[in-house]
T-cell receptor
């Protein structure tokens, strides 16, 4: 069964304290791994797509990496405005997106 | 990326009634998707709506409870029928990018059933 597990569920950081979020997946035929950011009361905002092991994508303070079993979202020197829930999703060969439970990040000034 | 709007943004409804949620996209798209996000939970796909054909529902979701319309390539509606408090959720529509594989989401409709 296709499955996505994110850890930790919640993460509190001080401003400037770098860390990583984990997304572990089991999927039949990966056709893409996606990271989203979701602010309270809003729809998910697309961040990155990764397709193959070893691939990396960067955007401002965020960098996403992919291995055969997991993906990491690295946050470098985070700011309070990075506080949000970060969602990971995978697309299997069925074509559907399967979402993880998300990691809620709080960055304190 | 596509710009997606949803109406209403939120509503409080009584048990046993129905609510229709509208989703409008600023460009023509083949497939539109409807998701449910229950409190504290992640997104669960309800159905995929193709223009000109019946929607395809995921396991656990049925057409009588969640009828969907797709009258053209930029618009879709999801109706939540005979609501109960368990239907209290955020309902999101999304579209898939052409070639990119990623999906773009609307702002969501927050439904509370009392």
């Amino acid at each position: 069964e296709d499955q996505v597990t994110q850890s930790p569920e919640a993460l509190r950081l001080q401003e400037g304290e770098s860390s990583s979020l984990n997304c572990s997946y089991t999927v039949s035929g990966l056709r893409g791994l996606f990271w989203y950011r979701q602010d309270p009361g809003k729809g998910p905002e697309f961040l990155f797509t990764l397709y193959s092991a070893g691939e990396e994508k960067e955007k401002e303070r965020l960098k996403a990496t992919l291995t055969k079993k997991e993906s990491f979202l690295h946050i470098t020197a985070p700011k309070p405005e990075d506080s949000a829930t970060y969602l990971c999703a995978v697309r299997s060969n069925t074509g559907k997106l399967i979402f993880g439970q998300g990691t809620t990040l709080q960055v304190k000034p | 990326s596509a710009v997606i709007s949803q109406k209403p943004s939120r509503d409080i409804c009584q048990r046993g009634t129905s609510l229709t949620i509208q989703c409008q996209v600023d460009s023509q798209v083949t497939m539109m998707f409807w998701y449910r996000q229950q409190p504290g939970q992640s997104l669960t796909l309800i159905a995929t709506a193709n223009q000109g054909s019946e929607a395809t529902y995921e396991s656990g979701f049925v057409i009588d409870k969640f009828p969907i319309s797709r009258p053209n390539l930029t618009f879709s509606t999801l109706t939540v029928s005979n609501m109960s408090p368990e239907d209290s959720s955020i309902y999101l529509c999304s579209v898939e990018s052409t070639g990119g594989g990623e999906q773009y989401f609307g702002p969501g409709t927050r439904l509370t059933v009392t």
